[in-house]
């Protein structure tokens, strides 16, 4: 199962797990198409809209688990 990390960019979360672009525009990253998406980490977007990286994080790889859980049943 993909995880995400802190030093994971953008582009490559999106691309490993699409679905969790609205985590990233729930926190005020709209711009996950732009040239900085392709070289700014999750820590680095966090701290850009004052958010706490770890907590997302966590709240990402959650998601990521609980789907993972469910295609297994």
Not at 19 to 48: K, R
């Amino acid at each position: 199962m993909y995880q995400v990390k802190k030093e994971s960019l953008i582009i490559e979360v999106l691309e490993n797990a699409p679905q969790t672009a609205p985590f990233f525009n729930a926190i005020g990253m709209h711009c996950l198409t732009c040239s900085l998406a392709m070289d700014e980490t999750v820590d680095q977007a966090c701290a850009a809209h004052g958010y706490d990286t770890e907590d997302f994080v966590l709240q990402v790889n959650a998601y990521l688990e609980q789907q993972e859980a469910q295609k297994s049943m």
